[in-house]
């Protein structure tokens, strides 16, 4: 690497072609500027510079080494300007999440998205033990998890339960199904669904077993394809409210009336110690205020 230094002088040099205007230009004396020109040219192995009389005339190299030098500083003032500033809508911000909470999350962000041309927003619809490493690795700035992760790399902040919704199709008729009545339209499971009857099930059906025990009737593993097809009447699932609002098509679902109702937390999570950038304020405010409004009884 060459001294940043010494290229500034020899830049300098070249600019004002005189040992004389260099050294008061940069506050120097001249015998400092020939000290920092000699230690450039060991450096690059070449002359830089021819003296005709008073005269300075750079030679090849050193033409090359201004206009790179030149380069050099240019983009690292450019650098300098964007790390020392720091705007809510310029840059970008990862968040990670489950399937369902990204689904509707998504659609909060989208109008702010839009108006900030020079922010990039990164929304991955992860596994929880995938958001949680990808926060941890820095490799994300936010991530929504249902458990406080209790890692020293991390900060967790609870905001909320989200309920688990038993979702069936809009004619089944009653919104009290028994354990037979389900067992009968089978379960539509994805990769949460033996978790979440394990969660919501015991409490609300008389005679469950475990998960395993239920008659499934397929597995899907794309969010928007779950309650798809409960909709088109292929059996029930479960999902977290999330799953249901960001479904386009709600209308065609009933949700079940339970006796116990039950719910998952949702945790904020964040690098500990980070300084995290204004940019990602407006996402963690956007965050909380969904996590408020899936607590929130449906309209």
Request: aromatic fraction near 4%; charge should be negative; proline fraction near 5%.
């Amino acid at each position: 690497m060459l001294n940043a230094t010494w290229l500034e002088t020899f830049v300098t040099l070249a600019e004002e072609a005189s040992f004389t205007r260099t050294a008061a230009r940069l506050n120097m004396t001249q015998p400092g500027v020939s000290q920092h020109l000699a230690k450039l040219e060991a450096a690059v192995g070449v002359p830089l510079v021819q003296r005709i009389g008073k005269t300075i005339v750079l030679t090849d190299a050193g033409n090359a080494l201004r206009d790179h030098a030149r380069v050099r500083q240019a983009e690292e003032q450019a650098l300098l300007e964007r790390i020392g500033e720091d705007r809510p809508d310029v840059g970008a911000v990862g968040i990670g999440a489950s399937g369902s909470f990204a689904t509707v999350l998504y659609r909060r962000l989208l109008p702010h998205l839009v108006a900030a041309r020079e922010l990039i927003v990164t929304l991955e619809a992860a596994p929880q033990s995938r958001v949680i490493e990808a926060v941890a690795a820095g490799r994300l700035d936010l991530g929504v998890v249902s458990r406080d992760p209790r890692q020293t790399r991390l900060e967790a902040e609870k905001i909320g339960v989200e309920n688990l919704c038993l979702a069936l199709p809009s004619g089944a008729g009653s919104t009290t199904p028994d354990l037979e009545e389900l067992q009968e339209m089978g379960f539509v499971d994805h990769p949460d669904g033996a978790a979440y009857a394990e969660m919501l099930m015991p409490e609300n059906f008389d005679g469950f077993q475990s998960a395993q025990a239920l008659r499934r009737r397929g597995f899907v593993n794309q969010i928007s394809q779950i309650p798809a097809l409960v909709a088109a009447g292929a059996g029930y699932t479960i999902l977290p409210r999330s799953g249901i609002d960001g479904f386009a098509g709600p209308a065609s679902l009933q949700i079940a009336a339970l006796r116990h109702p039950v719910h998952q937390e949702l945790w904020l999570i964040r690098r500990a110690g980070r300084l995290l950038p204004t940019r990602c304020l407006w996402a963690m405010a956007e965050i909380r205020s969904l996590a408020e409004e899936l607590h929130a009884p449906s309209a």
